[in-house]
């Protein structure tokens, strides 16, 4: 198949893990005879410097005409200023809902050979595996009023936390779905007893439970969640959330897998089947890292996995991407973040390298492969 890749590498590390994932992508395309063509666009601080916007019509234009988007991150503290008008994030944010990508797929499942790397006891890890689906387009990111003004008292600021019903019920829907297809349970969480917005996110998600009554559903309060996701991990499979509740959630959720570098992540809009989509890891720019080639590959490179399962269809080059990674790090081929001496580069090599032997088979790690 032919497919048309936009990549965004962005900011800090952005550019320098995408290039291991373009790499590993070409190496897949290759191995499978598909062909790939790509585009490549500003985004971010990048843009910014470039045109005085985080998000230029041109990069739109080319993420809206390709089938998936891979990006870096965005982000640094030469656009950090608390006053400035133009910021990084605005790219991303605008890019998300330009492109109507609703619903974020994180996947948490720690490899066992990096338990000992958690802060968490081996113990409490054994048989964690969740994927949680983070609202993407709504919330506090986007409600309306979202500004500052000046009055009696002095300077004030608002955000507005606003969902419908139908924002709440594709996303908690589409995590009904999914969890027919793992261990059937779903964990709603929400601030019900203070939020008005999350009392209407609870009505609708019982709702929608009344109609999967195979699925076990769950309600929890966003600080009892935040609790139990470290000293009970392994009783989450599907969790579904809002968006600053998402956000905040899966870097906490992160540290179960011993680096937040390992993450990858999937966002999608509507339609059945293949969906274009933008797949980017979970971390951010990591300035202090930036340009010393230290960085960890992998989260962008399972990213790519991704990318091949739900734009592309390609689960099998996507399950082989997914074993090569964990075959690279059981051997133990390790970046700093994860105690070794390896650079991003050689990490993406050892992961290529395995990419043959994965595709033969192997010990097939489910990972991500349950999720649809
Ligand atoms: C994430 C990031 C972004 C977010 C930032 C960079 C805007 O933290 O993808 O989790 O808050 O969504
Ligand atoms: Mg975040």
Redesign the pocket.
């Known amino acids: 198949m032919h497919a048309r890749i936009a990549l965004c590498p962005g900011d800090g590390i952005g550019p320098e893990v995408l290039d291991e994932a373009r790499k590993t992508l070409d190496a897949i395309a290759d191995r499978y005879d598909h062909q790939v063509s790509y585009t490549e666009h500003l985004i971010g601080g990048a843009a910014i410097d470039a045109t005085g916007t985080a998000l230029p019509e041109d990069t739109y234009a080319g993420c809206a005409a390709a089938d998936a988007v891979l990006l870096g991150?965005?982000?640094g503290p030469k656009w950090d200023d608390p006053k400035a008008t133009v910021r990084p994030?605005q790219g991303?944010?605008a890019i998300r809902q330009r492109l109507g990508l609703w619903a974020?797929l994180r996947p948490v499942t720690p490899y066992p050979c990096l338990h000992d790397l958690s802060p968490l006891r081996p113990e409490k890890l054994a048989g964690v595996d969740m994927l949680v689906i983070r609202e993407?387009t709504g919330g506090l990111?986007f409600g309306q009023p979202k500004e500052r003004t000046t009055g009696e008292g002095g300077l004030r600021a608002v955000d507005t936390l606003v969902y419908t019903e139908h924002e709440i019920r594709r996303v908690v829907e589409l995590a009904f779905k999914i969890a027919a297809t793992r261990r059937s349970k779903v964990t709603s969480i929400d601030k019900a007893n203070v939020l008005e917005s999350s009392r209407l996110w609870r009505q609708i998600a019982i709702e929608v439970a009344e109609r999967h009554p195979r699925i076990r559903i769950e309600h929890l309060l966003v600080d009892a969640a935040a609790m139990r996701l470290v000293t009970h991990p392994s009783s989450f499979d599907v969790i579904v959330t809002e968006?600053m509740f998402g956000?905040i959630l899966?870097?906490e959720a992160a540290v179960l897998s011993a680096s937040i570098g390992l993450l990858p992540?999937a966002s999608l809009g509507d339609g059945e089947g293949r969906k274009r989509g933008l797949y980017?890891p979970?971390h951010?720019s990591a300035p202090d890292i930036a340009g010393q080639a230290i960085a960890n590959p992998v989260g962008t490179i399972l990213s790519v996995a991704m990318l091949l399962r739900f734009s592309l269809g390609l689960e099998r080059e996507a399950q082989c991407i997914e074993r090569a990674v964990e075959d690279a790090l059981r051997d133990g081929c390790r970046t700093r973040d994860v105690g070794g001496t390896l650079t991003t580069h050689a990490m993406g090599a050892a992961i290529r390298e395995r990419l043959e032997e994965a595709a033969a088979g192997g010990s097939a790690s489910a990972m991500l492969a349950r999720a649809f």
């Open positions: 991150a965005v982000g994030e991303l944010l974020n993407l990111y968006n956000d899966t870097d992540s980017e979970i951010g």
